[in-house]
């Protein structure tokens, strides 16, 4: 329960109070700016990739995308569409029809890393961390492994939060179980992409941790100088996001950045810091990402994160690391790097640059 006169202030109830302007504290400095796009969006690199894994030659073509972006689109997936309309419905009603004080009842605590619940602020209180706050609110669930996972913790209300799956299944946890299965096939997908047996990414996360964050970005009165958030790539180790047909993410390539466009039955990969950057060697790299507001409408997206255990350390893979290619990247424990990230922000890609053993 949030105490009275908490400092966390809640974006969407920012935005009902309907002023002209954001309060300073969401205002991003010139050069983080949307508009200030180092060269504009039509940066000539194309698009994100689509990848249709029902299709010919995948492993090429998710082997280049994670190469080249960081980031791809995938069709085909084996997610029936229905649970991902579900998903998308029971974020937004929980974000549009559950009154403020209740939705309050879930707050998270803003001192704890990912904490489970409704929260507004992605990095926990510090003194390293003063930077500008994104125009996000969230509720975070923890699904995987099941013994973390107690749907207690989740909405209550709407009623259907939790009892609105298509085959009558709650919502959430099949969402889990389908994004973890899919997890665990692009991890296959992309060992093999690197000509790697399929299981050698997936031993080196070990056991999945999965959080899913449901993000929502209510209208900006100035979307020009806010971002609904900041520029960063992912800590862990594969990301699968899906959105609702309002754009906003963007991936950063060669300095520009590119909108991913939505697509109501796609679901976004976004490799992320420990595993494939670090795991493969720097042979693929994370996707820089950040969503951009917009003044005439609320945005939802749907992340599901699959991490590597606290307890885990991670390194370049011993397949990969041989006399000709030595191991660019320091071993570090996950849960180490995690708070890290935390406490200092992402700066864009800071985290993982700091573990180059060469930069
Ligand atoms: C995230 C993220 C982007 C989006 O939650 O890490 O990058 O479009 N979200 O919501
Ligand atoms: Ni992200």
New binding site residues.
């Given amino acids: 329960m949030e105490v009275e006169g908490s400092p966390v202030m809640r974006v969407q109830s920012i935005a009902q109070a309907g002023k002209s302007e954001v309060p300073p504290q969401y205002i991003q400095p010139p050069s983080d700016r949307p508009n200030n796009n180092a060269g504009g969006k039509s940066g000539g690199g194309g698009d994100v990739p689509v990848i249709d894994l029902g299709g010919d030659s995948v492993r090429e073509a998710v082997g280049r995308a994670c190469r080249d972006w960081g980031a791809f689109q995938v069709t085909n997936h084996g997610v029936p569409i229905r649970l991902l309309d579900d998903m998308r419905k029971v974020g937004m009603s929980f974000f549009n029809e559950c009154p403020m004080k209740d939705k309050l009842m879930y707050a998270c605590s803003p001192d704890s890393a990912a904490a489970e619940g409704y929260g507004s602020k992605m990095l926990v209180d510090s003194d390293e961390n003063h930077g500008v706050l994104d125009w ?1 609110d ?1 509720f975070d669930h923890h699904t995987l492994p099941l013994s973390r996972r107690n749907p207690s913790n989740w909405p209550h209300y709407p009623p259907n939060y939790r009892k609105l799956g298509f085959d009558r299944r709650e919502v959430v946890s099949q969402f889990s179980d389908e994004m973890n299965v899919l997890a665990q096939k692009l991890l296959g997908i992309i060992s093999e992409s690197l000509g790697l047996p399929s299981s050698c990414l997936k031993d080196a996360v070990g056991e999945f941790y999965q959080n899913i ?1 449901v ?1 929502y ?1 209510p209208p900006c009165p100035q979307p020009d100088l806010t971002l ?2 900041q520029s ?1 790539s ?1 800590f862990g180790a594969l ?1 699968l ?1 899906i ?1 609702d047909q309002v754009s ?2 963007e991936v950063l390539k060669d300095s520009h950045w590119y909108p991913v466009q939505p697509l109501p039955e796609a679901i976004v990969v ?1 490799v992320s810091d420990q595993t494939e950057q670090i795991i493969t060697n720097g042979n693929y790299r994370s996707a820089v ?3 951009v507001t917009n003044s005439k409408g609320a945005r939802l ?1 749907v ?1 599901t ?1 699959h991490d590597p255990s606290k307890t885990r350390n991670i390194s370049p893979a011993s397949e990969i690391v041989c006399q000709s290619s030595p191991a660019r990247y320091r071993e570090v424990n996950y849960g180490d790097y995690m708070s890290r990230w935390y406490t200092k922000g992402p700066e864009g890609k800071r985290n993982v640059d700091s573990l180059l053993i060469d930069p």
């Fill in positions: 996000r969230y964050t993000s970005y609904g958030l960063h992912d990301t996001l959105q906003g993410l976004l990402h950040r969503a997206s992340a994160f």
